[in-house]
T-cell receptor, first 110, second 111 residues
């Protein structure tokens, strides 16, 4: 069973700050997902990573497979980035499923 | 852009009643999932479905739960006799190439 730990649990930042959210997991995976959940509850997939680094706009996700660790960075944070960011890991094959972390609540103040 | 849809968005039911949550996955996806999130807790896997049968289910997914793909588009989760602890947000997802696309969720409240 894979354990997924995120830190910090809560993060408050001022607009414009650089944000880092960390995720570590205990067992080898096929891929790691970063998801965003807004107060209304809907979940949006941000990144799916199996190695290296991905960038989309102001968001950057990195993964170190050997260390079983991933980070999500937000550059030039904005109040609209306020949401819960969830790390989830997936294992491959026909029974691919996600195991989720508890999420990090990010609040960006203007 | 294609998206996963779920109905209803909210449902309130009495304990012991049956509920059916409906999902329309993205049309060319082959893998389907149900997850749930109890208020304030993390998202949990319930069941995966492929090729018209269950691929894997969690220990949460007991005999009170069932899934069906009654036609080419809908994917349903039935809870036969709801309990108070079934109150949660239920998410459907469909997958292509290991990227899962989530529906907006159904918020179920059992009274």
């Amino acid at each position: 069973k894979n354990e997924v730990e995120q830190s910090p649990q809560n993060l408050t930042a001022q607009e414009g700050e650089f944000i880092t959210i960390n995720c570590s997991y205990s067992v080898g995976i096929s891929a790691l997902h970063w998801l965003q959940q807004h107060p209304g509850g809907g979940i949006v997939s941000l990144f799916m990573l199996s190695s290296g680094k991905k960038k989309h706009g102001r968001l950057i996700a990195t993964i170190n497979i050997q260390e079983k660790h991933s980070s999500l960075h937000i550059t030039a944070s904005h109040p609209r980035d306020s949401a819960v960011y969830i790390c989830a890991v997936g294992n491959g094959g026909s029974n691919y499923k996600l195991t989720f972390g508890k999420g990090t609540l990010l609040t960006v103040n203007p | 852009e294609p998206e996963v849809t779920q109905t209803p968005s909210h449902q309130v039911t009495q304990m012991g009643q049956e509920v059916i949550l409906r999902c329309v996955p993205i049309s060319n996806h082959l893998y389907f999932y149900w997850y749930r999130q109890i208020l304030g807790q993390k998202v949990e896997f319930l069941v995966s479905f492929y090729n018209n049968e269950i691929s894997e289910k969690s220990e949460i997914f007991d005999d009170q739960f069932s899934v069906e793909r009654p036609d080419g588009s809908n994917f349903t989760l039935k809870i036969r006799s709801t309990k108070l602890e079934d109150s949660a947000m239920y998410f459907c997802a469909s997958m292509r190439v290991e990227t899962q696309y989530f529906g907006p969720g159904t918020r179920l409240l059992v009274l």
